[in-house]
Every structure is written in structure tokens, then in C-alpha cells.
């Protein structure tokens, strides 16, 4: 198959970005004819306030990949779908409802000559603007299928669209060491908070839960602030944390990420809500075990007790008692010993034939799909 992908690609930083260059490798490798249509300039400044793009690329970025969309120019993004009408399947990488525009004249210069599958990160943002529903709802309507990360996310999207809707587990694809950093043993007492920093992730839950937790354990936490320091170094010295909590603002370079998981004796996702993380992946791939919540896949992730713990979303108490379950007597270092880094080949293979398989031909009748079809 002629497969295009259109979404972030190196210089853009981020899972999207990773995301868009790993399943182009695995498409290509797979057999595929591939090209990934990506942005010179993706959005406006004050729509991400945050670090957009990086200058040495992280990981292998995929050799035949465009430039050539920009959000200023709306007559390029009809120019790009046009190119892209002699493909057997487009893929529509959705990260934010900000790209359905240009995605919307995308699909204008395709017309019915591609099949076109709208691959979504989250059908809605975690923290909702009034537009975003009525954007992606626009957007999944036009295109041939749908694929999302998780059942929750299919029902969502069921909610916007009569289109079929396939569910795929998202396969690990940030760059992983090619040798954790050494551990000696020791259990350092630290935990960390890693990746950006917005509400829903529930830094704030897990800043009250080590008050009331283990009061000699200490937390770095490592990652762009979404909404700058202010109110999170407010909430450390109201909590008397000042002397237990690191606060490393900035995006973390690849390089960097191994010795911060060695620094530390596991991962806490605190998570008020969540579809797909890469991060519990990524802990693994380091040998360090994770503290999640129960929301989106991470129960299917972290098996409790084994080789991490889970506790209860937005709730302190909850969170608090799994700070203080890990740090008995043993239990670091049993929960360590029995992290595995995943074998995602089978995944990744399972990945791609349900997204091959998710658009039908143009010009077909469509059914709905049903819960069980993904």
C-alpha cells in the first residue's frame, strides 16, 4: 500500500512527534511505500506555550518526510491533499482539536480519491475549550474511519460520528535507552513526576499526598509547566515541601532521561484522567516501577502489587496510602526486581493491521461498527 502520514514529525518534540516517526518506520518496514506529510509551522505561539521543536532529533526520524504545511497558509493545505489523492490510505494523526482546520482543508484537496483514517491521540482534550467538540465532530465526519487507543476513547468518539470506530492499544514508540543507567541497589527515597505539567495530571494530588505520606521520601518533578511555576512552587511551600520537592521546569532531552529514572525509585502518574501514556513504557524500559491511578489504560499496564501500584484518581488518601504501601519494608526492591522491559513487536504488528483495516475503500457503504468489531 501507498500509505501517507500527516502529523508532527522531527524538529516537533513530544509523543506525537515520536509517534508519527515510529509507526512510519514500522509501516515502511511492514512493506509499505510511505511518506509523512509534517509541518514547517504547526501552530500559533500562544496556542502552546511551551518549547514546539527541538534542535538534534531523538531517535531516527524517517527519511522521506515533507515539510510543507504551515498554519498560515490554508491554500497549502488543500495543495498537500491534492498531492495526496493517489494514496491507498491517508492517516490523519489527531493530537489537538487546533489541527482540524488544516486537516478539514486537507480533506478538501483529497476528496473521495483516498481513504482517510482520523487516528486519535484523544478524540477531546482532557481540559475542553466550547470548539472542541463541535470541531472534532466536523472533522470525524469526514473522514473514512476512526481509530483511538481505548474503548473509552471509541465511545467517546462514537458520541461525534456515524463513521467506523477501531480500537488499537497503543504500542510503546519513545526512544528508549540502549542501556538503562546502572543502579546499584540502593532505594533513593525519591520518586518521580515526569512529562508535562497540565491539571489533569494531578501534580497537585501527588504534591498533598507526600505531605501526608513517608516524610523522609523526596520528588523530582521534570517537565514543561503548562502554566508556569507559580502556583505549584505556592502549593510546595504551603505544604512544608520546600526541602523534599525538585523542580526541574523545561522539556528533558532524551539524553537526560536515564539518569533521572536511576535517581529515582519509581514513577508516580497521578492522573485525574488519561487515555494512552507512553511513560509507564517508558519507567519499564528503565527498570523502575510505576504509581498510577486507575484511569485509562494504566491498569492494564501496571499489574498492582507486581510490578507497581495503583491507587484511586483525585483522591490524596488513596495516593498517600500507595506512597506508603511502596516504602514498607522489601518493597522497593521487590516491585523493581520484577519490572520487565515489553516486547512490543506483537503490538506494534496488531497496531498496524488495525489501522490498515480501519478505512473503507471510497465510495463504499459504510456500516456502523460495533464495540467488539476493533
Known amino acids: 500500500m501507498r ?17 508519527t516517526t515510529e509507526l512510519a518506520h514500522r509501516l515502511a518496514a511492514a512493506g509499505h511505500e510511505v511518506v509523512v506529510e509534517s509541518w514547517r509551522s504547526q501552530y500559533p505561539g500562544f496556542l502552546y506555550p511551551g518549547q514546539q521543536t527541538i534542535t538534534e532529533p531523538e531517535g531516527e526520524p524517517f527519511p522521506d518526510t515533507l515539510r510543507r504545511l504551515d498554519w498560515r497558509r490554508p491554500d497549502g493545505w488543500w495543495r498537500a491533499g491534492r ?57 470525524l465526519n469526514r473522514v473514512s474511519g476512526v481509530l483511538v487507543h481505548s474503548e473509552q476513547q471509541a465511545t467517546l468518539a462514537r458520541t461525534l460520528t456515524t463513521r467506523p470506530v477501531r480500537v488499537a492499544e497503543m504500542p510503546a514508540h519513545l526512544p528508549t535507552p540502549s542501556a538503562p543507567a546502572e543502579r546499584d541497589g540502593e532505594v533513593r527515597r525519591r520518586l518521580l513526576f515526569f512529562g508535562i505539567v497540565r491539571p489533569y495530571k494531578g501534580l497537585d494530588v501527588l504534591l498533598n499526598a507526600l505531605a501526608e505520606g513517608p516524610q523522609d521520601v523526596s520528588l523530582t518533578v521534570a517537565g514543561e509547566f503548562w502554566g508556569g511555576l507559580d502556583d505549584t512552587k505556592a502549593l510546595v511551600a504551603s505544604l512544608g515541601l520546600t526541602d523534599r520537592v525538585e523542580l526541574r521546569p523545561g522539556y528533558v532531552p532524551a539524553a537526560e532521561v536515564p539518569a533521572l529514572f536511576a535517581a529515582s525509585d519509581a514513577l508516580v502518574l497521578p492522573y485525574r484522567a488519561a487515555t494512552a501514556s507512553q511513560n509507564v513504557w517508558m519507567a519499564f524500559e528503565h527498570g523502575v516501577p510505576v504509581i498510577a491511578t486507575r484511569v485509562g489504560g494504566f491498569p492494564g499496564q501496571v499489574r498492582d502489587g507486581e510490578d507497581g501500584l495503583l491507587a484511586d ?58 464495540p467488539d468489531a476493533a
Open 83 to 139: 498531492s495526496l489523492r493517489g494514496c491507498d490510505l491517508v492517516v490523519l494523526a489527531v493530537l489537538s482539536p487546533i489541527q482540524v482546520p488544516a486537516y478539514l482543508g486537507i480533506l478538501a484537496g483529497i476528496g473521495r480519491r483516498a481513504p482517510v483514517v482520523a487516528l486519535c491521540h484523544n478524540v477531546l482534550p482532557h481540559e475542553r475549550r466550547a470548539y472542541d467538540r463541535p470541531l472534532m465532530t466536523a472533522l
Open 313 to 370: 484518581p483525585d483522591d490524596v488518601a488513596s495516593l498517600a496510602a500507595a506512597l506508603k504501601r511502596f516504602y514498607g519494608p522489601g518493597e522497593p526492591e521487590r516491585l523493581r526486581a520484577a519490572v520487565e522491559a515489553p516486547d512490543h513487536g506483537p503490538l506494534w504488528d496488531s497496531y498496524l493491521t488495525t489501522l490498515t483495516g480501519a478505512a473503507a475503500p471510497p465510495g463504499t457503504p459504510e456500516e456502523p461498527d460495533t
Open 3 to 19: 500509505i501517507a502520514v500527516v502529523g508532527p514529525a522531527f524538529p516537533y518534540k513530544g509523543g506525537g512527534a515520536h509517534h
